[in-house]
């Protein structure tokens, strides 16, 4: 049974702190996504990475980094916690596809929901 | 770039058919995958038309036209645990593109 965990389902910050999302997927998946979500802009890709150590911004990576130093492990850092990034914080997962046309099928974690004071 | 569009929200009744639309601009265009989420709860694989035409999963089909930069979701029978949300899912260049999702609402 595939499984993407989050290391919280909420999450409660002071503006300026230092904040860490922890995904890990137990499936192998070499892709690996966070999203956030807010009502009416459904789901806007953060970053992604598709092997260890690599990165690429997604939509809207302003005030976020990521971390990839595992395979299964993918993290979302806020640098300095705004109240504007008080929001659902997802993670995906997926196996290898790519430009070639394949798209694979995302498993999402339960997400967190972070509120910044 | 890529833009997508769907309706906000659709109400239907129990063991009606109900279809919700998503037309789509995006370059360089590989398919159309769906997923369904519920309130509180993570988005969920429901179908991928890699190619034209209609794909039959139970009780959900889903259509897609290349050529029209249209696709559609077909949920027939109705019932109450459909009520979710339904995202249309264009994959880029890189990754997928989710909209902001169709809002379903099941009535007795």
């Known amino acids: 049974d595939v499984k993407v965990t989050q290391s919280s389902r909420y999450l409660v910050k002071r503006t300026g ?4 999302l922890e995904c890990v997927q137990d499936m192998d998946h070499e892709n690996m996504f966070w999203y956030r979500q807010d009502p009416g802009l459904g789901l806007r890709l953060i970053y992604f990475s598709y092997d260890v150590k690599m990165k690429e911004k997604g939509d809207i990576p302003e005030g976020y980094s990521v971390s990839r130093e ?13 109240t504007n990034q008080t929001s659902m914080y997802l993670c995906a997962s ?11 099928t995302q498993y999402f974690g339960p997400g967190t929901r972070l509120t910044v004071l | 770039g890529q833009s997508l569009e769907q309706p906000s929200e659709v109400t239907a009744v129990e063991g009606a058919i109900v279809q919700i639309n998503c037309t789509y601009q ?11 989420q519920h309130d509180g709860g993570a988005p969920t694989f429901l179908s ?5 035409g209609l794909e039959e999963t139970g009780r959900f089909s889903s259509f897609l ?5 249209y696709g559609y979701l077909l949920l027939q ?11 249309c899912a264009p994959p880029g260049r890189r990754a997928l593109t989710f909209g902001s999702g169709t809002r379903l609402q099941v009535q007795p």
């Open chain 1, 17 to 20: 702190e230092k904040v860490f």
């Open chain 1, 70 to 82: 595992k395979k299964e492990r993918f993290s979302l850092i806020l640098e300095s916690a705004s």
């Open chain 1, 94 to 104: 997926s196996s290898l596809g790519g430009s070639g046309g394949d798209t694979d």
């Open chain 2, 26 to 36: 995006t370059s360089g265009f590989y398919g159309l995958s769906w997923y369904q």
């Open chain 2, 48 to 52: 991928y038309n890699a190619l034209d």
């Open chain 2, 65 to 69: 036209s290349r050529s029209d930069s």
């Open chain 2, 77 to 87: 029978e109705l019932q109450m645990k459909d009520s979710a949300s339904y995202f």
